[in-house]
């Protein structure tokens, strides 16, 4: 059996450890490539090439970004007084598309799960908690810490997590609302339990 | 609903076999080894993505083949028609498809038509350990309540990370502040999942007790009690009454009658299972893993024999005591060496089974929990389940059997009976369509009379 070419084949390896892409979809993907004019594949090279190269964390949020502090860590009209917990870059980019929040961000770069291995140490947690001790220190406090990780029973434990340790800051912290979507889905109700479970003991 | 037809492909011994079942009553008669039980487990899979007997799920396939695949066409009165597919690959997870559209979640499949399966294994009800029981009721109530297996699957998820927690603090002194959260989280899901328990479990007992009353003609009676190390007993009373030797049995009955746990609000077992993790907390960082939880209860069959009180109460007594007193004191000192305590022997019928020796009482608890899950399932959907009976002459005396026919027939329920032979069965059902299994190969045999 003759084999693809070496270049294709490399192709097609690399193309498969992308997510959601399978050999199949990988083998149609580098075909479509080989068709295209030279230009274009070299612009996608590119852009593969240069976000790595030119992307980073945000030294302040951990965002991903090509700035560094990020953009919004650097807008004077942002509202520095609160500040936004999300998981991942994509979760701000999601809230940011919805042109309703004027505050800044926290990215942890993850959630607590102890199966894969995943502990405050490894998320973007004491840099939350001392971010918030300088702004005290440099007069600017933060007056309220937005939760909105996930709803998942990792997302839960993180913010559960964070609540319990923001109790000896100066803050008030808040936990995004559930909205139960149009046609709601009978999944979401175990989660009303839960949220009173987050509510109702963070007076303990 | 009714089941109208079935298709099995590698599924067991069968190649491809497809039969349906136009009437409500159907009889299947086989030789051992022949494939009768494998379709009615084959039509209890379609209900509960899962196996009555099956260790491992590779052992649902046939020898040497792919995956099996297996179609239940069901329907009601109203021609409403439903059609549920179940394909498994040897590597590969359950496909589930309803109406052809393919189903995530096995909380989305469960309960979308129930069955009630009766068979020789259901003795491990009364025989196995708490783990059956456990299995039982959390299947039962999924049945019912699909809110209740999202509650269990979630708590399975959190009781997973907590115990890899306890292994990561144990071994690299890792934070023990995130212990708290996940306990929160077990605590949530754990106490949904307890309330509905007593909830279920309250009725449970009720059905129980009558049916086992009626299939000894009132000579006997069990008593079921709920046990639980995360939910404080509020007075262990019942609890040592079996121990306490001047005690009668009448007061040991109206004991467990009441059930003290079911009347414990949501508040009060939050609280409960709060502390009596936090009592366990010592023990389970030792252990690396978590000892007080619903995924340890258990529930407590005792028989009660009408007629010979003194010689048996002494004998159950003995038996019974160690364990039981473990189970009911649930002191934060007592914690620790209760859980080094196994868990199979709280509850479990051992003791009494050597105190009260036959194997038929035991089928015959067995078949009064499983006619109670029938009336229970009735009375919460308002519908009859399918029945299915699996060589349950070879299990029953002649008494017994024709109780339980007598209950089905006053049922419209859709039932699939296995046996080796047609009679005596034949005669007391209802006008059954007869099916014969033999190498895999199913045929209708005729249309008797009743
Ligand atoms: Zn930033």
Sequence with gaps: MQEYPKPLAKLITELQKLPTIGQKTAQRLAFFMLKLPDPET????????????????????????????????????????????????????????????????????????????????????????QRIRDATVNGEPVREVILATNWTTEGQATALYLTQHLETFEVAVTRIAYGIPVGGDLEYIDEVTLAKALEGRRKA | MLLNNIVLRNFRNYVDCEVSFSKPVNLIIGGNAQGKTSLLEAIYFLCTAESHRATRDGELIRHN?????????????????????????????????????????????????????????????????????RRFLDLLISQIDSIYLKNLQKYRLVLRQRNELLKQIRTTLADTSQLD?????????????????????HQLKAYARQNHQQLTGGKESIALTYCSASVRNNTSMHHNAPNTSDEDTENLADGSEI??????????????????LNASRGADLQRGTTLVGPHRDDFLIELENASATHSTDSESENGLEVPDTKEVEIDTEQSESQNLLPRSEIGTFREGARAYGSQGQQRTIALALKLAELELIRTVTGQ??????????????????????????????????????????????NQPNVLTVENAQINQVSETNS
């Design chain 2, 259 to 276: 059930g003290f746990f079911e009347t414990k609000t949501e508040t009060e077992i939050e609280t409960d299972f709060d502390a009596a």
């Design chain 2, 384 to 429: 009859d389940p399918i029945v299915l009976l699996d060589d349950v002459t070879s299990e029953l005396d002649y008494k017994r059997t024709e109780y339980l026919l007598n209950v089905l027939q006053n049922l419209s329920a859709q039932t699939f009976i296995t046996a080796t032979h047609a009679e005596p069965l034949v005669r007391h059902l």
């Design chain 2, 65 to 133: 083949e792919a995956g099996f695949y297996l179609k239940g066409t069901l329907g009601n009165n109203n021609d409403d028609v439903m059609s549920l597919e179940a394909t498994k690959r040897a590597r590969g997870q359950f496909k589930l498809k309803k109406n052809g559209v393919l189903q995530v979640k096995r909380s989305e499949w469960i309960g979308q038509f129930n069955a009630v399966l009766f068979s020789p294994e259901s003795l491990v009800l009364v025989k196995g350990g708490p783990a059956e029981r």
């Design chain 1, 42 to 129: 070299a612009q996608i090279a590119e852009a593969i090439a240069q976000v790595k190269q030119r992307l980073s964390y945000c030294d302040i949020c951990g965002t991903i970004t090509d700035t560094n502090p990020c953009y919004i860590c650097t807008n004077p009209r942002r509202d520095r007084q609160v500040i936004c917990v999300v998981e991942e870059s994509d979760d701000l980019w999601a809230i940011e598309r919805t042109n309703g929040y004027k505050g800044l961000y926290h990215v942890l770069g993850g959630v607590l799960s102890p199966l894969d291995g995943t502990g405050p140490d490894e998320l973007g947690i004491n840099t939350l908690f």
């Design chain 2, 181 to 201: 959260v996940w306990d929160k989280l077990l605590i949530a899901h754990g106490t949904a999942i307890i309330i509905k328990r007593f909830e279920i479990f």
